[in-house]
């Protein structure tokens, strides 16, 4: 397994739509072990493949506690095919814009189609902390980041600071 450079915003890689993925091969599975080790070095708790520079849709995801066993799980082409009208807000950070967190509201439960790490169909209904996580990874697959759904002002104020970062370290 491989740790990966992520990508970090502004980079415009991060706006980029992920294709689906056609097959569940050796190579993809081996594609989903170096992004959970790359989340679990980093560390974070999901990680879309578009982060690691790659435009495919797979996700990863473990939730569990530090101390616990690991739960890794892997999510290819998922989908929303339903969301509650109930909301719930959490504070999101994201490993592609680093030590930046921010409360966003999205609905408080999913259930997500997918194809799991053998490219079986699975399906999920997510609520608390795994719905919240799901629509994070979900919109980094469309291009979206958390700080889309922030106020504008805030939003540019984040994207402004990680611009400057990124000149000043380019010199
Ligand atoms: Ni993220």
Redesign the pocket.
Known sequence: MTIKPLIILPDPVLRQVSKPIERVDADLQRLSDDMLETMYDAP?I???AI?IGIARRMLVIDLSKEGEDKQPLVFINPEIVSSSDDRSVYE??????PDYYAEVERPAKVTVKYLDREGKEQSVEADGLLATCLQ??I??LNGV??IDHISRLKREMVIKKFTKASKSKAL
């Open positions: 974070g999901g990680l879309a982060q999101e950070g994201c490993l592609s814009i994070h990874e919109d980094h980041l958390f």
